[in-house]
Structure formats: C-alpha cells, structure tokens
C-alpha cells in the first residue's frame, strides 16, 4: 500500500511539474462568465425596435476603437454594438460593412439601413464613418452615429452638404424593414 502511494505522489508530482512547465511564461486569465441572450430570429427584427435600442445610447460619448457603451464608441463600435445586440453578425470595422447586406440607393433607404462614408480626408474613397438611417422622408434624411465632432459621441445628425459629399452606400440588413416617419420634433 505504501509503495502504491508513493508511485502515486511522484505521478502527481511529475505531472504537476509538467503542467507548470507547458504553462511557464504564459499568462492564464480567468474567463468570463457569458451571459446567455434569448436567441432571436433576425428576420424578425424591426427598424423600431433596431433604432429604439440605438437612441437609447444617445450621449454615449465618443472613444477610438471601442465598442463598448460604459467607455464609449467609435462609429463602428457603436454600429456592430447595436446590431450584434439583435444578434446580427456584422464586422467591427466601418470599411469591411461594405460587403454585407443588400446595397440600396440613398434615395430608398429605410430606417434601420446602415449608411457608408468616407473618413475626413477629401482625397481618399476609402470608408471611413458609418451610422444607422433613422429616417428618409423626402429632403429630410437624419442618421443615429457616433462622432467624434462638436456633438464627440452618439446622436442624430441631419444629412448635410458635407455628409453628402463623403456619402458611399446604403447598406439593408434588417429584412423587417418599416417605414418610420420623420417627424420635424425629432433630433
């Protein structure tokens, strides 16, 4: 029974020294605990619902490369945040969201579509900005998005001669898509 055990301690022994070694200089984080969201069927996901959430946010402020609404968001972040909350698979990146989803004309889009822009620099197409349409009635087009301007955070902003100069693509994820009316008493 003694000799049993002994082999026994030196087994946990050389087993214990072979764990520390395959783990030494490798640093092991405690993970975390996923909370588990109802799964939703995103084919039965409203633009109401969508931009109820995203409003929500509004005077989140504006942080680079977050997507996280306790420190704030860049315009991606605040984007995928929002959708990925309603359980879409969409990408961190504002650039790669131009090739998901069905590609719209300005003139159709719809609440809940997401719109594409170029970044600030006036020489360069490359996508740069994105925001969620919150409404298209006529000459009165308004988008929810996080800035980094005078507002430096997320609100609704009215499409001016300066976003329309930088405007790339409208892009339809939300295959529920309601036409929601702009009223003159929103943002």
Not at 19 to 30: D, F, H, L, M, W
Not at 106 to 119: H, Q
Not at 159 to 187: E, F, G, P
Request: proline share 3%; with cysteine.
């Amino acid at each position: 029974m003694r000799k049993r055990l002994s082999t026994l301690i030196i087994l946990f022994c050389i087993a214990n020294v072979l764990v520390s070694t395959a783990y030494a200089g490798k640093t092991i984080r405690a993970h975390k605990e996923k909370t588990s969201r109802p799964a939703l069927n995103t084919d039965s996901v409203s633009a109401d619902s969508l931009l109820q959430f995203a409003q929500s946010l509004i005077g989140t402020r504006y942080r680079p490369k977050s997507s996280d609404p306790s420190t704030g968001f860049d315009c991606s972040g605040f984007v995928s945040y929002v959708f990925k909350n309603f359980n879409f698979n969409v990408p961190r990146s504002s650039c790669e969201f131009i090739s998901v989803g069905e590609k719209i004309k300005l003139e159709d889009a719809m609440p809940g579509d997401i719109i594409l822009f170029t970044g600030t620099k006036k020489h360069t197409r490359r996508i740069g900005h994105i925001g969620i349409v919150v409404c298209n009635d006529g000459g009165d087009f308004k988008f929810i998005h996080s800035t980094s301007g005078k507002e430096y955070g997320v609100t609704i902003t009215s499409m001016d001669k300066n976003y329309k100069r930088r405007y790339v693509q409208i892009i339809r994820l939300i295959k529920l898509n309601d036409a929601l009316v702009c009223n003159s008493t929103d943002h």
